[in-house]
Nanobody, 128 residues
Framework: QVQLVESGGGLVQAGGSLRLSCAAS????????VAWFRQAPGNEREFVAA????????LYEDSVKGRFTIFRDHVKNTVYLQMNSLKPEDTAVYYC?????????????????????WGQGTQVTVSS
């Protein structure tokens, strides 16, 4: 059983940066594709970025390309989301999701009902 814990959220001004962490305990997530999703009040949970299990190739949602970077530390069993040039519309609760041996395309089509393991979420608030 994989347990995921997100951290690193907070309040930041527009243009600022945050680094989110998704720390896994239990089995290694080396065979899991891991994605970040976000959910703003009143909205559906939406895909943000993912990193492939076998080669660490990333995939990004269009609105975060060039601003967000997803990367993995295999030793620490942790996936990170570096968020730069933050905008007020990035305000949301950010969740990580790990799915075993899953393609980037499959995880990117996910939602709150996606299979695999979820963390509890971390709040990101960007003020204008």
């Amino acid at each position: 059983q994989v347990q995921l814990v997100e951290s690193g959220g907070g309040l930041v001004q527009a243009g600022g940066s945050l680094r989110l962490s998704c720390a896994a305990s239990g089995p290694t997530i080396g065979t899991y594709t891991v994605a970040w999703f976000r959910q703003a009040p009143g909205n559906e949970r939406e895909f943000v970025a993912a990193i492939h299990w076998s080669n660490d190739i990333p995939l990004y949602e269009d609105s975060v390309k060039g601003r967000f970077t997803i990367f993995r530390d295999h030793v620490k069993n942790t996936v990170y989301l570096q968020m730069n040039s933050l905008k007020p519309e990035d305000t949301a609760v950010y969740y990580c999701n790990a799915q075993h041996l899953t393609s980037l395309q499959t995880i990117a089509l996910g939602s709150a009902s996606s299979p695999g393991f979820w963390g509890q979420g971390t709040q990101v608030t960007v003020s204008s």
